[in-house]
């Protein structure tokens, strides 16, 4: 599996961006897809994350209510709208995937592939 994102750049307070993580390969084992951010000096973290079978998503409190995630099954792509936008939201924005059960019990370690980043500066 091979996951692609796009969509990253500069945007002021309040604005809105949407993040793109287009996967290609073996896609048909993928269970769930999860967004990640790190910025510099702090842990990376999970903001959001779908089931793609069941359609079950997680968001972080820290953006629950301001980002959705949605899942595209033909176009193999899972999709990060982020609205409301703070300076505290800038970071370098990963897409991950894992074929792995149990979506509630997830972990980081439990994605398998991960992209490139794409990187989100806001202010």
């Known amino acids: 599996v091979q996951l692609v994102e796009s969509g990253g750049g500069s945007v002021q307070p309040g604005g809105s961006l949407r993040l793109s993580c287009v996967a290609s390969?073996?896609?048909?084992?993928?269970?769930?897809v999860g967004w990640f951010r790190q910025a510099p000096g702090k842990e990376r973290e999970e903001v959001a994350a779908?089931?793609?079978?069941?359609?079950?998503?997680y968001y972080a409190a820290t953006v629950k209510g301001r980002f959705t995630i949605s899942h595209d099954k033909l176009r193999n792509t899972v999709d990060l709208q982020m609205n409301s936008l703070k300076p505290e939201d800038t970071a370098m924005y990963f897409c991950?995937?894992?074929?792995?059960?149990?979506?509630?019990?997830?972990?980081?370690?439990?994605?398998?592939?991960w992209g490139q980043g794409t990187q989100v500066t806001v202010s």
């Open positions: 779908i089931n793609t079978g069941g359609g079950k998503t």
């Open positions: 390969g073996s896609t048909g084992r993928i269970n769930y």
């Open positions: 991950a995937s894992s074929d792995r059960t149990g979506f509630l019990l997830r972990r980081e370690s439990m994605y398998k592939y």
